[in-house]
């Protein structure tokens, strides 16, 4: 890639992040601040090492395919393969994607992560964020809920939803989207979704 290349802009705050938006304390901005400092080292050598043309068109593609094209894509074929037998798994996805939207979201708007490029300029922006904010990887949190939802159904499945969330996760690092933390934090409250909505 053109080491010349310049920062995606931002997109304008949506109503969705105004509304919101409460206060969330200052120990947690600070301390998210803090630990993005300490982020910034690893995230400048991820960046500048892979920012060559053929990784950034394919994790760019893995992470466009993450946006949710590659899940609903999957509850299409599902439905298509298995009819009504299908219905139950595809219902379960759609509703524990739907509870983490909203919990993302939330925390989106109460913590006003800055992006690691908004922070930190020897960072590229490698494509366009859907948002505003970066804690946490919300790409992460849908692909670990979405996974762990399907392989319960179908565990044949796992040896490909697995790699793919794997994928997802590191594509958010690469293009300079998300710091290392976002991805943890996303992994582990897709999971903590995922399993609440088995107990229910």
Known sequence: MDSRKTSLPLP???WRERLLRPYFGRQVHAHLARLAAREHPPLIRLNRRLRHRPVVRFFGRVS?????????ALMAALLAVDGAAALPAVAHMMLAGLAGTLLYKWL???TERPRPYQAEPAILC????LDRFSFP???TLHAVIFSLVVSA??????WVVFPFTALVAASRLVLGLHYPSDVVAGALLGALVAWLSFSF
């Open 12 to 14: 304008d705050a949506s």
């Open 64 to 72: 466009r395919l993450g946006d949710g094209i590659a899940w609903y």
């Open 108 to 110: 989106k708007g109460a």
């Open 126 to 129: 490698l494509t366009a964020p």
């Open 137 to 139: 990887s919300g790409h």
């Open 153 to 158: 159904y179908y565990p044949a499945l796992a």
